[in-house]
């Protein structure tokens, strides 16, 4: 078993959060919040009447949980690949395209069971809006931090409450991830010479950012269903009753357009946000394996 890549995966994925986290924050208030408007609007909004604070909420908590969902994609999709070579009886052979696909497709389910808890904690708070910077009309928020956002959606709602909207998170993570380590391996071994062993510090950039940004956009309708799951019934009465009245609801009141509402910071956000994560975990995969070099994507075969 490859428990390197479990290691490195995990301090990637903290390093992803720290990143990408303000924009996250304006894309879960576009999705689910209506006065919200676009990016600008949310952002401007968003700083004057929670300073920068209003972008961090909630995050301490994503980052614990982001990194071991992190550790599972990366240890999982390391680990399925090789299952794959060896079940061929070739561990050195190149994994073809459709390995590499359903090993990220398998990676991005398996982190399910981990991030569904971390990640609606993570959801609620950045849809508190109270201002911090007080007023006579500033309000409590319902939620002091991450830890008593836990305790209380499990209070309302028992255990199973920490899973609302697994299943679009599921359907959002398989595909886009198996998108995800497909793009980023074949961009890898476009720009990497044959006479190389691992591509170049720039290639792995490059290749992770575009990998991010094809990833979510695969994604992004799922996310959005998702979000809204999570955070039905959080202040007022449940406007959903399930996942596809969710989604007919959703698409009748606001129309298709809605389902991509968000997929522009989500692409802004993917770019430097996974150029970080795999830099981060090239650099220590091949640190912790003796390669100075960084580490060694798959190679792909013909098929």
């Known amino acids: 078993m490859h428990i ?28 689910t919040q209506k006065q919200f408007t676009g990016i600008w609007q949310c952002a401007v909004a968003t700083f004057s009447k929670e300073g920068v604070h209003g972008f961090f909420k909630g995050m301490s908590f994503p980052i614990t949980t982001y990194s ?5 994609v990366f240890g999982t999709y390391r680990n399925c690949l090789q299952c794959f070579s060896q079940a061929q009886g070739a561990d050195c052979r190149p994994n073809t395209k459709l390995e590499v696909f359903l090993s990220g497709m398998a990676a991005g389910i398996a982190q399910v069971s981990v991030m569904s808890p971390g990640d609606i904690v993570k959801t609620h708070l950045q849809c508190q809006t109270q201002s911090k910077r ?22 309302l709602e028992g255990f199973m409450g920490l ?4 299943l679009p998170l599921m359907l959002r993570d398989g595909p886009s991830y198996a ?20 591509p170049d510090c720039s290639v792995v950039m490059l290749a992770g950012g575009i990998a991010g940004m094809a990833g979510w956009t695969v994604g992004t ?43 522009g910071i989500n692409c802004l956000r993917a770019f430097p946000v996974n150029m970080v994560v ?6 220590l995969t091949g640190f912790l394996r003796g390669e100075p070099g960084g580490a060694h994507p798959p190679r792909l075969g013909t098929k």
Not at 141 to 155: A, W
Not at 179 to 198: A, G
């Open 134 to 155: 007080g007023g006579i009309n500033m309000t409590k928020p319902m939620y002091h931090g991450p830890v008593h956002c836990l305790l209380s959606i499990i209070k």
């Open 4 to 31: 390197v890549d479990f290691v490195s995966g995990s301090f990637a994925g903290a390093c992803g959060v720290v990143v990408g986290y303000p924009l996250d924050t304006v894309k879960v208030r576009i999705q």
């Open 68 to 72: 071991m969902t992190s550790s599972v």
């Open 278 to 283: 795999f830099v981060t975990y090239d650099v």
């Open 179 to 198: 998108t995800y380590f497909l793009t980023y391996t074949t961009i890898c071994e476009w720009l990497t010479d044959n006479n190389k062993k691992q």
């Open 221 to 263: 309708p799922m996310d959005v269903i998702k979000a809204r799951l999570q955070i039905d019934g959080a202040r007022e009465f449940k406007q959903y009753k399930g996942f596809l009245h969710c989604i007919a609801e959703t698409a009748r009141t606001e129309g298709a357009g809605v389902f991509f509402r968000s997929l």
């Open 163 to 166: 899973y609302r909207g697994a």
